[in-house]
């Protein structure tokens, strides 16, 4: 059980309308926690569509990390569709920065971490997730994981130099059966085809057709709505298509 541990302290502070409170000793042990817990386990998360690891930390924590990828100069190749485009470790932290000075503290709090890829990942690795562990010709121990995008021994994780990997931990907030999120499709989602549009690109009444008369906006939501556009914006996430409550 997670009960009376830092994690069920935190939880505690996590609100309707925030994820955190920065003002909190339970939120500066949190990042703590992620920055330098010790890792019992990794394992790859199922959900989503590039490589993420699940790192179960001490006190009740977990940890979601996104490893690097590419380097911070990296720019998004003009062809590539939004829903191919390679995830960034250092992307993430910076969202977490502008969601905490525009003080809306909705992104579930997280932090750049360098880890050893030997022991804290392959030693520590689920069975499925050890499996994909291998030796690169430079002599980099390396994972590719399972998954939809960038899962190839070309777009391998590795460690470099030696064994060090630079990456974002996130805390992750509990799910079903300990806490029941309501999951909205966003309705300005993309159409994540190559080939067709979505239906509010090209109507131009759509907010009233749809939206407007949908009673479900007819509270905060549709604020908090505004508040997450104008967060995409500034972020530049091209790929929101989902709200969790």
């Not at 590039?50 to 911070?72: A, C, E, S, T």
């Not at 509990?174 to 190559?194: F, G, L």
């Not at 239906?199 to 057709?209: L, R």
Request: glycine share 4%.
């Amino acid at each position: 059980s997670r009960l009376n541990t830092t994690w069920f302290k935190y939880i505690k502070t996590v609100t309707n309308s925030h994820v955190y409170n920065p003002n909190t000793p339970e939120f500066k042990h949190l990042l703590n926690h992620l920055q330098n817990g010790k890792i019992s386990e990794a394992s790859e998360m199922s959900q989503g569509t590039q490589i993420k690891v699940i790192l179960n930390l001490p006190n009740g924590f977990q940890g979601l990390l996104k490893p690097y990828r590419v380097p911070r100069n990296y720019q998004t190749q003009p062809d590539h569709f939004y829903f191919s485009d390679i995830e960034r470790h250092h992307a993430e932290i910076a969202a977490f920065h502008v969601d905490k000075i525009l003080g809306f503290n909705r992104v579930p709090p997280l932090i750049g971490r360098l880890l050893n890829i030997t022991s804290d990942i392959r030693d520590k690795a689920t069975e499925e997730l050890a499996k994909t562990f291998f030796t690169s010709p430079a002599n980099n121990t390396c994972f590719r994981g399972h998954c939809s995008y960038y899962c190839d021994t070309s777009h391998a994780i590795c460690g470099k130099p030696g064994d060090q990997l630079e990456g974002s931990v996130q805390v992750l907030l509990p799910r079903p059966p300990e806490v029941d999120w309501q999951k909205i499709s966003h309705p300005y989602r993309r159409s994540y085809s190559a080939t067709r549009t979505a239906q509010w690109e090209t109507n131009e009444n759509y907010c009233y057709e749809h939206v407007m008369i949908d009673e479900d906006y007819h509270n905060r939501l549709l604020l908090d709505m505004m508040d997450l556009a104008a967060f995409d914006f500034l972020i530049g996430n091209l790929d929101r298509h989902h709200m969790m409550r």
